[in-house]
């Protein structure tokens, strides 16, 4: 037979246990804060919004979680995802790097969210919750919760900002098949969604106003929690499975990285990549490059601050320790919406700190460049959101070409792009262009950064 | 650990030869015949359409196709295809019955037709030619024709009805993301285009008309061809795949089907997962029931004829003795585009004539309800084609419940939705009725099929 392109583990292969990098780090992360009182944040700040098994996954130092068995099911309807070796896009560059790409797109939802999205909905049922609530934006957290919902018979309803609502069908149609109730927000179902809409309404929404209303629908019911699908640590922590089944991949074809990158929008991919195979480097075992990628549209790592600041545009939830471009930052459109975030997770943020990542960012074009190159030699369309990845592999590949290096590079392909065609769309028709970065408003939007004490 | 999910294959495992179940049958089926002197068509009738090897194929009595090498390459981006035990969907219908499917969503393209479209263009890429020509309706053939003709470097050309252009913006910017060039049919391409648009410059197309302008632009250029994406014997013959990999997967957990079911359309689907079993069964090595499962808005083998027509609208193609509803019929406009075909593939008709297959129809809406409990049992989203099978097996399950027999049903989803949403949202909103067949409509169908000399 010829060369192998797929990297399959056996279901009876798949790891049974989550890591926390935490339990690995010099130093701990600082800790989130209270709002009012700038004090480290305690679980019960916490209950009203999570259940306590996720509290506590939040907070905790322990190495290793087991999986639930539950949980186990239900990822084995799509896990261990496959660990592909690119030969053809290999091909197409004429390079010697050997690249590889973990495929989260093989989930239901078509991406690595439903990973958390299936233990945080399966946690909330333990606790006799009877219904999440969530934001999205384009759509692809919103669809994962459903999905998870449906497994475990717990109801949910998700805020979409309006003009998403409106333009793209697609998801919201896929959120409802698994039996998820789609608000557009601003919505009549809040107070406050009712108040913006007595101002203007045709309010086009915004992701933190999706946020508020789902908070607030959350808070005001006791049955009712509210579900997040990115930067917490109990959503990087659900996300490890993701390295843990490549480290075993590539060790069945004995290899290790020397260089592993991963887009970076809340952080939950990347620190779901690279968490396992920092471990190893921390341990001596491999010493790979470990590289965030994000869009230079929203350049948390590369262009932010180190500072205390508010995960949501309103300014409600705990202040976070975390790379920010000011919660009140408002990036340019661009197409992949799943990085479009202001701030990095605290972890993620942590590490880079640490000096035990790198960061760089790449400019939208180039993204759906190599996106093209991509799907014509691998076949996959990916979402626009790992493109980011796939270009920057790219970029490391073709300097392989020029040193004759034969580098191992390893990159997570985190969803598929079948809801996306109409960004590519753009893309072929000449129409989307890459703008310069106002660093003025990054300088505006920190202003709105608290000031803590020292 | 728990039930297994997945029956995976090694891609050292995969089939390396295609099944002609033409080998294994107590008479051949009918010749296809030349549409002008009604005598039986020869090679050199179909070689300005079709490269040698591919004609060869569809002539053949040769037991097994060696699959070239070039094209396992291809296939290992997503071959072996998983094969699923249905859990969740078993225990969500508290049947007894054991439930497989095998899911061909996992190609590039989202369904079974890249397993015949990757053959086709190597073949023809040996033979020299410079571009493949083809018509699409919704788009699933159009897209893996384009995905296959850039895995090979052939250029790709593809006539899409003018409605469905307009309509299914996505699969179209999936072809073209492929590096296909997509028209609406009518086309200024065509001196048939011309004319038609001439006549009504809004025409809104058919595929009839697209098959009458992709074959044209193939006939008057030697280094083009035409390519078929059903119907055909050598299309069936690379679609065999999908049931050689079942069989070996049910044998891994030590199964054999008591019921296979799959929807049939052109027959490609149905004749790909069911001949190795058919072969097995003719061999005495098993006995299971064999169905098909098509729409009631066009119920090919339920209420068709066996006669020679023609596979087009406009009545160029040879003739082939087939279920045919006449080939002027107009099928209601049914979500499940693939199966709107007014005949059903020569092999898959011979095969129901001798017995060894059964066929039953099932209604629109009782397909998309059988979707939406699979979806939110299984996860995947499925194409409104596999509705189809889907139904059928809920139905058979039931029936198990009822009896208690513990039957192992076999299934295809070979294809996922996530291109069909809007298809979902009408349903979910109400919108979709079933219509009574309008027998009349076949009735006068009928008379158009050409009446032959004893």
Known sequence: MGQQTKILLEESEMPTKWYNVIADLPEPPPP????????????DDLAPLFPAALIEQEMTAERYINIPEEV????????????????????????????????????????????TAVPQVWYNSQEGVRKLTTETGAGQWGSSLAFACAQFGIECEIWQGAASYASKPYRKTMMQIWGGEVHPSPSTRTEFGRKLLAE???????????????????????????????????????????????????????ETPDILVGCTGGGSNFGGL???????????????????????????LTKGEYR??????????????????????????IHAGGLRYHGMAPLVSHIYELGLVEATSVLQTQCFEAAIQFARSEGIVPAPEPTHAIAATIDE???????????????????????????????????????????ESITESMKSVPVLAE
Chains 1, 2 share one sequence.
């Not at 990087?236 to 060790?251: K, N, P, S, V, W």
């Not at 034969?406 to 590519?424: F, Q, R, S």
């Open 32 to 43: 989130p804060l209270h709002p009012g009182t700038h004090q480290p944040a305690a679980a």
């Open 72 to 115: 186990l099911e239900v990822y084995r309807l799509w896990r261990p995802s496959p660990l592909f070796r690119a030969h053809r896009l290999e091909k197409l560059l004429d390079t010697p790097a050997r690249i590889y790409y973990k495929y989260e797109g093989v989930s239901p939802a078509g991406s690595h969210k439903p990973n």
């Open 200 to 254: 203007d309404p045709d309010h086009p929404g915004s992701l933190g106003i999706a946020i508020s209303e789902a908070v607030v629908e959350a808070v005001e019911d006791p049955s009712v929690r509210y579900a997040l699908g990115s930067v917490l640590n109990h959503v990087l922590l659900h996300q490890t499975i993701i390295g843990e089944e490549a480290l075993l991949q590539l060790a069945k074809v004995g």
């Open 274 to 300: 690279s968490f396992p195979f920092l471990r190893e480097k921390l341990a001596g075992n491999m010493s790979p490059i470990i590289r965030c990628v994000e869009p230079a549209a929203c350049p948390t």
């Open 308 to 333: 205390y600041d508010f995960g949501d545009t309103a300014g409600l939830t705990p202040l976070m320790k975390m790379h920010t471009l000011g919660h009140r930052f408002i990036p340019e459109p």
């Open 397 to 439: 590949a073709k300097k392989c070409k020029e040193s004759g290096e034969e580098k191992v590079i390893l990159t997570a392909l985190c969803g598929h792009g079948h809801l996306d065609l109409p960004a590519y769309e753009k893309f072929l028709s000449g129409e989307i262009k890459d703008l310069d970065l106002a660093e």
